[in-house]
C-alpha cells in the first residue's frame, strides 16, 4: 500500500454514512488521510457508520446531496484535494416506490457534487461511484465493457445510466483543462460486513439467521457480478491515485468487478454464505410477483486490469467467510467492530501484497 501518497492528502466524500462510503473513510483514515464527509445520517440501525465509530477520527457533516448550496459549502469549507461521489439512493426496489426522490438523489446529487468540485479550487481529482446497472441490460451472456450503452429499465437503474452521462459532460464541458480529472467506478454485487440494507441479499439472510427463520429468495437463478466491499474500494484509491499522477489519461469510466467464475446466481451464493454462519440458516424460495430486476449481470474488467493493474484479491468464498466472519462478530456484543474492520483491510492490505496489486 502507497501510504506515502495518501498521508495527509485532504479528502471528501459524499455518502461517508452508508456501507461503502463508511469502508472508505476507515480506509483512507487508516492511511492517514485527512477525511471530510458530507451525507445523510445513518439509515439503518445499527449501521457500519455507528458499530464502526467511523466518524471517530473525521470530519463528518449531515445533510442532502439534492441542496447544492450545502454540498457546495461543505466540499468547500474542507479544502480537499481528492473527492468521492458515494451518496446515492442505492435499492432498486425503492426507486419503484419513489422514483422522483431516486431521480433527484442520484442524478441532480451527482450534478451538485459535480458542480461543487467545479468551483472548488483545491480540487485536483474527482471519483463518481455509479453501478454495474448503469448498463442497457440486454440480459447478454458476456460481461458488460465500459463502452456499452448506458440504460436500464427500473429508475434506479436508469439514474446510475444518466448520472455516468452527467460526470461525462461534465468531463468534456468543464474539466478539459486538466484543472480536475474525472473518472467514474461501477462495481459489481457488493457484500461485507456492516451492510445492513433492506432487500440486499447478505443483509436479509443475516437477519433471517438472528431471528431464527428462513430468508425468502425473490430471485433465486439471479445472476450477478459478487465482490467483497474493499475489491471495488482497492479500484476507486487506485484510480484517484493515478488521476492525480496521469490526469486525462485516466479519466473515464472504469468496472470493477468479480473474476469470471464469481458470477453466481442468488442461490449459489445462500448455499455458500449459510454454512459460515451455521446450521441455523435456512431459505425458501419465494413465487410472489416482484418488479422486474434484471436476471443476468456481468461486468468485463479487462480495462482496469490490464491499464490500472487492479485485480481482485478475494475469491467468492474467502469474501463470504470475511463478511459472515464480521456479522457474528458484531452479532456476539463482544466484538470492538472498528478494531475488527481494520483488521479486514490489513489483511487485504496483505492480500493486495501477495498478488502485486498496490494502491
Given at each position: 500500500?502507497n501510504r506515502?501518497?495518501w498521508?495527509e492528502?485532504k479528502?471528501?466524500?459524499?455518502g461517508?454514512t452508508?456501507?461503502k462510503?463508511?469502508w472508505?473513510?476507515l480506509?483512507?483514515?487508516h492511511?492517514?488521510?485527512?477525511v471530510?464527509g458530507y451525507?445523510?445520517?445513518p439509515?439503518?440501525?445499527p449501521?457500519?457508520?455507528?458499530?464502526a465509530r467511523?466518524?471517530g477520527?473525521?470530519?463528518s457533516?449531515?445533510?442532502?446531496v439534492r441542496d447544492?448550496e450545502?454540498?457546495q459549502?461543505?466540499?468547500?469549507?474542507?479544502?480537499p484535494e481528492?473527492?468521492f461521489h458515494l451518496?446515492a439512493?442505492?435499492?432498486?426496489r425503492?426507486s419503484?416506490a419513489d422514483?422522483?426522490?431516486?431521480?433527484a438523489?442520484n442524478?441532480?446529487?451527482?450534478v451538485h457534487?459535480?458542480?461543487a468540485?467545479r468551483?472548488t479550487?483545491?480540487?485536483?481529482?474527482?471519483?463518481?461511484i455509479?453501478?454495474?446497472?448503469?448498463?442497457?441490460?440486454?440480459?447478454?451472456?458476456?460481461?458488460?465493457?465500459?463502452d456499452?450503452?448506458?440504460g436500464?429499465?427500473?429508475p434506479?437503474s436508469?439514474s446510475?445510466?444518466?448520472?455516468e452521462?452527467?460526470?461525462?459532460?461534465?468531463r468534456k464541458s468543464?474539466?478539459?483543462d486538466?484543472r480536475v480529472?474525472?473518472a467514474?467506478?461501477?462495481?459489481?454485487n457488493?457484500i461485507?460486513?456492516?451492510?445492513w440494507?433492506?432487500d440486499r441479499l447478505i443483509p436479509d439472510?443475516?437477519?433471517?439467521?438472528?431471528a431464527?427463520?428462513p430468508?425468502h429468495?425473490r430471485y433465486?437463478h439471479?445472476?450477478?457480478?459478487?465482490?467483497?466491499?474493499?475489491?471495488?474500494?482497492?479500484g476507486?484509491?487506485?484510480?484517484?491515485?493515478?488521476?492525480w499522477?496521469?490526469?486525462?489519461?485516466?479519466?473515464?469510466?472504469w468496472?470493477?468487478?468479480?473474476?469470471e467464475?464469481?458470477?453466481?446466481t442468488?442461490l449459489?451464493?445462500?448455499?455458500?454464505?449459510?454454512?459460515?454462519w451455521?446450521?441455523?440458516?435456512?431459505?425458501?424460495v419465494?413465487d410472489?410477483?416482484?418488479?422486474?430486476?434484471?436476471?443476468?449481470?456481468k461486468l468485463?474488467c479487462a480495462?482496469?486490469?490490464?491499464?490500472?493493474?487492479?485485480?481482485p484479491?478475494l475469491?467468492?468464498?474467502t469474501?463470504?467467510?470475511?463478511?459472515?466472519?464480521w456479522?457474528?462478530?458484531q452479532a456476539?456484543?463482544?466484538?470492538d467492530m472498528?478494531e475488527f474492520?481494520?483488521?479486514?483491510?490489513?489483511?487485504y492490505?496483505?492480500r493486495l501484497g501477495a498478488c502485486?496489486?498496490?494502491?
Amino acid at each position: 500500500m502507497n501510504r506515502t501518497f495518501w498521508k495527509e492528502k485532504k479528502v471528501f466524500l459524499t455518502g461517508h454514512t452508508g456501507f461503502k462510503g463508511g469502508w472508505l473513510s476507515l480506509w483512507l483514515r487508516h492511511l492517514g488521510a485527512a477525511v471530510s464527509g458530507y451525507a445523510l445520517k445513518p439509515e439503518t440501525s445499527p449501521s457500519f457508520f455507528s458499530v464502526a465509530r467511523v466518524d471517530g477520527d473525521m470530519t463528518s457533516k449531515f445533510g442532502d446531496v439534492r441542496d447544492i448550496e450545502r454540498v457546495q459549502a461543505m466540499m468547500s469549507g474542507a479544502s480537499p484535494e481528492i473527492v468521492f461521489h458515494l451518496a446515492a439512493q442505492p435499492l432498486v426496489r425503492d426507486s419503484y416506490a419513489d422514483p422522483v426522490g431516486t431521480y433527484a438523489t442520484n442524478v441532480m446529487g451527482t450534478v451538485h457534487f459535480l458542480e461543487a468540485a467545479r468551483k472548488t479550487p483545491s480540487v485536483r481529482v474527482a471519483v463518481v461511484i455509479t453501478s454495474d446497472k448503469c448498463y442497457d441490460n440486454r440480459e447478454w451472456d458476456r460481461g458488460y465493457r465500459e463502452d456499452d450503452p448506458m440504460g436500464g429499465s427500473d429508475p434506479y437503474s436508469s439514474s446510475k445510466g444518466c448520472a455516468e452521462l452527467a460526470a461525462a459532460a461534465y468531463r468534456k464541458s468543464f474539466f478539459a483543462d486538466d484543472r480536475v480529472s474525472v473518472a467514474t467506478g461501477r462495481a459489481g454485487n457488493v457484500i461485507g460486513g456492516g451492510d445492513w440494507a433492506r432487500d440486499r441479499l447478505i443483509p436479509d439472510l443475516v437477519r433471517a439467521c438472528v431471528a431464527g427463520q428462513p430468508l425468502h429468495l425473490r430471485y433465486p437463478h439471479a445472476v450477478r457480478p459478487w465482490q467483497h466491499v474493499l475489491e471495488p474500494l482497492h479500484g476507486y484509491l487506485l484510480l484517484a491515485r493515478r488521476l492525480w499522477e496521469g490526469g486525462k489519461k485516466w479519466a473515464e469510466s472504469w468496472n470493477f468487478g468479480p473474476a469470471e467464475k464469481d458470477h453466481w446466481t442468488v442461490l449459489d451464493v445462500v448455499k455458500k454464505a449459510a454454512p459460515f454462519w451455521g446450521p441455523e440458516a435456512a431459505w425458501t424460495v419465494d413465487d410472489a410477483n416482484h418488479p422486474h430486476e434484471a436476471h443476468f449481470l456481468k461486468l468485463d474488467c479487462a480495462k482496469a486490469r490490464s491499464r490500472l493493474g487492479w485485480a481482485p484479491a478475494l475469491d467468492l468464498n474467502t469474501a463470504l467467510e470475511w463478511t459472515m466472519a464480521w456479522y457474528r462478530a458484531q452479532a456476539s456484543g463482544k466484538t470492538d467492530m472498528r478494531e475488527f474492520s481494520l483488521k479486514q483491510i490489513q489483511d487485504y492490505e496483505q492480500r493486495l501484497g501477495a498478488c502485486s496489486s498496490a494502491v
